[in-house]
């Protein structure tokens, strides 16, 4: 058996493998006698089905078998031992005759393969790029400050409701004449938020409540729809898209949200024991993060700028012909037409990546399983943060990393992410590059 390389071009070439029958004929043999001795066909004891009938039976299909096998791992080692960089697979050549299994003495199977270009990444000081910062305002620094207060705030018990007070109270259903329903639905407790009272007449009589007062109300008018009401009456939705009764509310306690006050135990649930210790330690922390939270917005605009700039410098072609029969073959539902729409891009992202690789693998930059680690605990943090959780204990955060770690999918997402990071970064001491301070809104326009 042989594998013979027919190149077409720069960027094009045939693997033609040639087999012959006694290449495959002791492995064919070995399967003919082990489905003999499996087979059940009647009139025939087990393992005494005569050899003839079994080869005419499976003998083409066993043949086929064995010579994908054999084809496939032939590919594999030759493209290994003589180190080709391919795009993508090979992919059986249209110009690839018939088969007769079974009846040639020999067989050629002919593949199309896409080999990646040379080309050379130079860079320097004289490639100049703008790295934006994004310039923090007042209005920035009050919006976090208040998100703060917002999620270290309490619920405090007043005296008398207003527009925007809880109401802690047991409602019990009544007729439209003011009598208990017998077995009817009530609840000892639970909580009306007048803000979301949507009948301005309700609304406005539940505002100057105390303690112990009695109201009768509607809450199919007061309330914007039945999830809410299924939700304070803890009854199932369903039953309250039924609902016409009225229901008698005994006010229990009357709350009102409070902002957290500035002080010390504020400064800690916000960035830990002691970590800041007045106001302006406090505003200064709120523009690091403020600061932190652009940093990725900015090496995006930095990723981009590399890339189209880079692209167009490194000047190097691709088979694309090929890759367009390629993402056919490989993805069953994709349509000409999404291939002719999305081909631009994917021919760019590809270009990227094969720059990206380069000088990854010229540099040695690597990406160590500590590597990986801290981006999943980071990856983690962000989104905990999201949920208002901005503490995470470590052992908690090292058994999430490692389960994530763990999916293929994820930690292959992980790596590639890592990778372009610190290809960035060195692309970033390889240049020249500007600083730039800019508002949020010229940061923004940049992207249109």
């Not at 999943?376 to 208002?388: D, E, H, T």
């Amino acid at each position: 058996m042989e594998v013979v390389k027919n190149q077409i071009d720069e960027l094009n070439a045939t693997l033609t493998v040639n087999v012959k029958n006694s290449d495959i004929e002791e492995s064919v043999e070995k399967t003919l006698k082990d489905y003999r001795r499996k087979a059940v066909i009647p009139g025939f004891r087990p393992g005494n089905v005569p050899s003839g009938l079994i080869k005419k039976m499976y003998g083409n299909a066993i043949i086929a078998e064995e010579l994908n096998k054999t084809v496939s791992k032939s590919l594999s080692d030759y493209m290994v031992n003589e180190k080709l960089n391919i795009l993508g697979d090979p992919l059986p050549s249209e110009t690839q005759e018939q088969i007769d299994w079974g009846k040639q003495e020999s067989y050629s199977f002919i593949f199309d393969i896409a080999l990646a270009p040379e080309f050379e990444v130079k860079l320097t000081k004289k490639d100049k790029f703008n790295r934006y910062s994004i310039k923090v305002d007042d209005e920035m620094i009050n919006k976090y400050v208040n998100g703060y207060k917002q999620r270290f705030g309490k619920f405090e018990e007043i005296e008398k409701s207003e527009e925007t007070s809880m109401l802690s109270v047991s409602l019990i259903e009544i007729t439209k004449d003011g009598e208990i329903v017998e077995n009817g639905i009530s609840t000892d407790e639970t909580t009306i938020s007048i803000k979301v009272i949507s009948d301005k007449k309700i609304k406005k009589s539940l505002i100057g409540l105390t303690k112990n007062d009695v109201v009768d109300i509607d809450l199919k008018k007061a309330l914007p729809n039945d999830t809410e009401i299924s939700s304070i009456l803890k009854i199932k939705k369903e039953e309250a898209e039924k609902l016409d009764s009225m229901f008698r509310m005994t006010v229990k306690e009357v709350k009102e949200f409070k902002e957290a006050e500035m002080n010390q135990e504020f400064y800690n649930n916000c960035f830990g024991e002691n970590a800041v210790k007045d106001e302006k330690e406090f505003k200064n922390r709120v523009i690091e993060d403020i600061k932190a939270s652009f940093s990725r917005e900015t090496k995006y605009k930095l990723l981009i700028d590399f890339k189209e700039k880079i692209i167009k410098k490194a000047e190097f072609s691709l088979p694309e012909e090929f890759l367009k029969r390629w993402l056919k073959v490989s993805n069953k539902d994709i349509t000409d037409e999404q291939i002719e729409n999305e081909f631009d891009r994917f021919i760019e992202d590809l270009k990227w990546t094969l720059i990206k690789n380069k000088i990854a693998k010229e540099n040695e930059i690597k990406v160590s399983e500590e590597d990986l680690t801290k981006a999943a605990k980071q990856q983690l943090l962000a989104q905990f943060s999201q949920y208002g959780l901005s503490y995470i204990p470590d052992e908690y955060l090292d058994k999430y990393a490692k389960e994530m770690l763990e999916k293929e999918g994820e930690a292959n997402k992980l790596y590639e992410q890592e990778i372009e990071e610190k290809v960035v970064d060195f692309i970033a001491e390889a240049v020249k590059l500007d600083d730039k301070e800019v508002s949020m809104e010229d940061f923004n326009a940049l992207f249109k």
